[in-house]
């Protein structure tokens, strides 16, 4: 693996950025539901019209994992990612539908050195899904564990 | 689904297990969470769980996939009137996830759900949520995750007030 370019010390609390451009095709919406969701609302158009979603739409499951690619490709895979510990929450807000646009608002609201590992930073993030009409389609806030560019150094906040 | 109003509190069901391989990790990873320590073995033993492991992502949707295929091995019986029971709805959401211990290539974890609490909806008198406790444990009794679910659940007769 190359050098990483994010480092614990580079996400600053208060700090809010955007990325990501994800078209969401039928096709993939109904290969992740035929896998892990198989609701007739995640299968079938004219369920998903019928049912009080009002249309075939993601899989909550499905949404998360669009949303993580996105942040792999927006910043984690370029950063000393260590994982996550889980999530706190998620809010499936509004239905992600066939045919959407969506993009990551991450706005970082915590942040703290680990005690135990001083070559390891917690930050916690906000993260908002939206959808073309920027609406927010689901909200996710939870820590993840990032490696530090100056393990154990002192941190001024 | 039974209808919300019969729904108990305390109510577990177990659902089964998996067997996590590696070309399927390494599948989900490479679609959705494409981190070295998920996509490849020989990185991952210099990463951070020493070894390749399952995306979280891919941990949770696995206890969804077994979710749904006991609830239609488990369907309820129509009312005595002939009324058929009702499909699962829609959910708004989950708190509190955890991935506690890594799922690693080869490890069988084995899902279960347990009803905790149930919620009214004003502002959809036909519905209730219904929130579970949702747990998966591998071979040695570890606990790989666990999360409060919640669905949406018909009710048999819409509230009134």
Same mark, same amino acid.
């Given at each position: 693996?190359? !050098?990483?370019?994010?480092?614990?010390?580079?996400?600053?609390?208060?700090?809010?950025?955007?990325?990501?451009?994800?078209? *969401?095709?039928?096709?993939?919406?109904?290969?992740?539901?035929?896998?892990?969701?198989?609701?007739?609302?995640?299968?079938?158009?004219?369920?998903?019209?019928?049912?009080?979603?009002?249309?075939?739409?993601?899989?909550?499951?499905?949404?998360?994992?669009?949303?993580? !690619?996105?942040?792999?490709?927006?910043?984690?895979?370029?950063?000393?990612?260590?994982?996550?510990?889980? *999530?706190?929450?998620?809010?499936?807000?509004?239905?992600?539908? *066939?045919?959407?646009? /969506?993009?990551?608002? !991450?706005?970082?609201?915590?942040?703290?050195?680990?005690?135990?590992?001083?070559?390891?930073?917690?930050?916690?993030?906000?993260?908002?899904? /939206?959808?073309?009409?920027?609406?927010?389609? *689901?909200?996710?806030?939870?820590?993840?564990?990032?490696? !530090?560019?100056?393990?154990?150094?002192?941190?001024?906040? | 689904?039974?209808?919300?109003?019969?729904?108990?509190?305390?109510?577990?069901?177990?659902?089964?297990? +998996?067997?996590?391989?590696?070309?399927?990790?390494?599948?989900?990873?490479?679609?959705?969470?494409?981190?070295?320590? +998920?996509?490849?073995?020989?990185?991952?033993?210099?990463?951070?769980?020493?070894?390749?492991?399952?995306?979280?992502? +891919?941990?949770?949707?696995?206890?969804?996939?077994?979710?749904?295929?006991?609830?239609?091995?488990?369907?309820?019986?129509? &009312?005595?009137?002939?009324?058929?029971?009702?499909?699962?709805?829609?959910?708004?959401?989950?708190? &509190?996830?955890?991935?506690?211990?890594?799922?690693?290539?080869?490890?069988?974890?084995?899902?279960?759900?347990?009803?905790?609490?149930?919620? &009214?909806?004003?502002?959809?008198?036909?519905?209730?949520?219904?929130?579970?406790?949702?747990?998966?444990?591998?071979?040695?009794?570890?606990?790989?995750?666990?999360?409060?679910?919640?669905?949406?659940?018909?009710?048999?007769?819409?509230?009134?007030?």
């Amino acid at each position: 693996m190359s !050098r990483p370019k994010y480092y614990w010390e580079d996400f600053r609390v208060g700090e809010t950025v955007e990325f990501g451009n994800k078209h *969401v095709t039928k096709e993939e919406i109904i290969e992740f539901a035929s896998e892990f969701d198989p609701q007739p609302f995640h299968l079938d158009e004219e369920a998903g019209r019928q049912s009080i979603l009002g249309g075939l739409c993601a899989s909550g499951w499905h949404s998360c994992a669009m949303m993580m !690619r996105m942040m792999c490709d927006g910043y984690i895979l370029e950063s000393a990612s260590m994982g996550a510990p889980g *999530v706190d929450e998620v809010r499936w807000r509004k239905p992600v539908y *066939v045919g959407d646009t /969506l993009r990551i608002r !991450r706005t970082c609201t915590e942040r703290r050195p680990s005690k135990s590992r001083p070559e390891m930073g917690l930050t916690k993030f906000h993260i908002e899904m /939206l959808n073309q009409n920027d609406e927010v389609v *689901v909200t996710s806030d939870g820590w993840a564990m990032y490696g !530090r560019r100056y393990p154990g150094a002192p941190v001024e906040e | 689904m039974p209808w919300f109003e019969d729904v108990k509190i305390g109510t577990r069901m177990e659902l089964g297990s +998996h067997t996590f391989t590696e070309d399927e990790i390494i599948a989900f990873a490479k679609k959705y969470d494409p981190q070295y320590f +998920h996509i490849d073995p020989e990185a991952a033993k210099n990463g951070p769980f020493g070894t390749l492991t399952a995306s979280g992502w +891919h941990t949770s949707a696995t206890w969804m996939k077994l979710m749904i295929a006991a609830r239609r091995a488990n369907a309820e019986p129509p &009312d005595a009137d002939g009324r058929q029971p009702p499909a699962g709805g829609p959910s708004p959401g989950f708190l &509190d996830m955890k991935w506690p211990v890594p799922v690693r290539v080869g490890d069988t974890i084995s899902y279960s759900t347990e009803v905790i609490e149930k919620i &009214d909806m004003r502002s959809r008198p036909g519905w209730g949520i219904v929130r579970s406790r949702n747990v998966g444990v591998n071979q040695n009794g570890e606990v790989v995750m666990s999360f409060i679910g919640q669905g949406l659940v018909q009710r048999r007769e819409p509230r009134k007030d």
